[in-house]
């Protein structure tokens, strides 16, 4: 089942888990023949929360049951919003105006 399975953290904060069904079961009884077929692929995809730690996210299967930890940040250790410096000098009167032949 785990060869089936396949779980991502994406860098914008998603966890994606997906798979693929292959199962076939068949049933016979005196007087009646069953047969269920669940196969395809599937996918889901969760938002998680700023303060996952994740370099930590662990996924494992017990007794058939995918089980996926997605510890927090430690306290004070949360990501901060990323000031980026704009290089340079903001636009001048004269970088604003055009011509009426640029137009």
Do not use: C, Y
Request: glycine residues 8%; charged residues 40%; aromatic residues 4%.
């Amino acid at each position: 089942m785990e060869e089936d399975l396949k779980v991502e953290v994406e860098e914008n904060s998603v966890l994606r888990i997906s798979g693929e069904r292959k199962t076939e079961k068949e049933m016979e009884g005196e007087r009646w023949h069953r047969a269920e077929r669940t196969t395809g692929r599937f996918w889901r995809q969760f938002r998680l929360p700023a303060n996952v730690d994740m370099d930590r996210v662990s996924a494992h299967v017990e007794d058939g049951v995918l089980k996926i930890k997605v510890p927090k940040l430690a306290e004070g250790k949360t990501k901060q919003a990323k000031v980026i410096e704009i290089a340079g000098s903001g636009p001048t009167e004269e970088g604003i105006k055009a011509t009426e032949t640029e137009l």
